[in-house]
């Protein structure tokens, strides 16, 4: 991948990217080096995101061809779930194995591996806008960077751009439910597993209390009315719960958490969705970052495959198992939203 300045970004370009991200990075590191791409983050680099960091199985099987750099893991032991019911005064342990890792590290390390000259890659540059040529066999993208715009055209738009995608946006503006995750690092050693927590007084969704190397998070998903003086509030608890001290810096994102399957949105055209971009991410427990490493594979080896035909419905096909284990986890995400029905998943 090859940084540019935004005045050498060219006309044309066969693809390009919105965000680099988990999603983008996995795309760009698997689409074809044939190919012109042009990809574009809003964000300086190297970019952060306020996430707890946890690969789950279906992440860890990602990256079962390929060793990670040990900067990306908090710990290197595996790491195991503790889920704490407040409401139902409810407590257990699940042995998961999960690897716990630096989100930044890890979204760091998935840029710099990528050694396609083909891609050109512009920081700081926002979409602000595309349609479709006459005909519908291109498109024109408009990007911002610093007050100039830059117009250029290209064959597919593909967006990675997060829980606020402005592609996603502007293909199909539905309201999707969001929360705000707000997360603290403290300068203490926290010898236990990670811990979910459920809390109503705060949120219909969770918590987490996760060791991080000599250091411990503490962060809450939740609604966005009040969402810092809801976190306060979360935040004492567990300070006092598990005795922790001190402060730190305080991180949020917006999060997505979609009510119904149908909120799923994989693209339209000419113009695909990969990540949280597409409400790819687990509404019960607010995991994305596998999500957006499988979607981000899945829709380049369609384009891969069907490049000037449609690779919508090809993409469609290489995430159906995805799709079909989030498809499972809306009945659990109203299961914990519901203090009452909360218990079952303590039996």
């Not at 610093?146 to 503006?173: E, F, H, M």
């Not at 995991?287 to 035909?309: D, P, V």
């Amino acid at each position: 991948m090859k940084t540019i300045n935004f005045s050498d970004i060219r006309f044309g370009y066969d693809l390009v990217v919105v965000g680099a991200g988990a999603a983008g990075c996995s795309f760009l590191n698997n689409i074809n080096e044939e190919y012109s791409v042009l990809c574009v983050d809003s964000k300086s680099f190297p970019r952060f995101k306020a996430c707890s960091g946890i690969l789950v199985k279906a992440g860890k099987d990602y990256f079962s061809t390929e060793k990670l750099s040990n900067s990306v893991f908090a710990d290197t032991a595996p790491l195991n779930i503790k889920y704490l019911d407040l409401d139902n005064n409810l407590e257990s342990k699940s042995e998961k194995g999960f690897f716990n890792t630096w989100r930044k590290n890890l979204d760091q390390w998935l840029f710099e591996k990528n050694n396609n000259k083909n891609i050109n890659f512009v920081s700081e540059c926002k979409l602000i806008d595309y349609y479709y040529t006459k005909g519908k066999k291109h498109i024109v993208i408009v990007c911002e960077k610093n007050g100039d715009l830059r117009t250029l055209v290209c064959k597919y738009l593909v967006g990675c751009d997060g829980a606020n995608s402005s592609v996603r946006k502007k293909l199909n503006n539905k309201s999707i439910r969001y929360y705000v995750a707000i997360q603290e690092i403290f300068n203490q050693k926290f010898d236990d597993d990670a811990y979910f927590i459920f809390d109503s007084s705060v949120t219909d969704f969770y918590g987490w209390v996760i060791p991080k190397g000599d250091k411990v998070e503490i962060g809450c998903a939740v609604p966005p009315y009040k969402a810092k003086d809801k976190y306060d509030i979360f935040r004492e608890k567990m300070k006092k719960k598990f005795k922790i001290n001190g402060g730190g810096k305080i991180e949020s994102a917006l999060l997505l958490r979609p009510k119904k399957f149908s909120d799923i949105i994989l693209g339209e055209g000419n113009v695909m969705l990969c990540g949280e971009a597409g409400a790819m991410i687990t509404p019960s427990a607010a995991e994305g970052i596998s999500s957006a490493l499988i979607s981000g594979k899945c829709c380049a080896e369609a384009l891969n495959e069907a490049f000037n035909k449609d690779p919508i419905e090809l993409y469609k096909i290489k995430l159906k198992p995805l799709l079909e284990q989030l498809k499972r986890k809306f009945e659990k995400s109203e299961i914990i939203s519901d203090a009452k029905k909360r218990k079952k998943l303590f039996s």
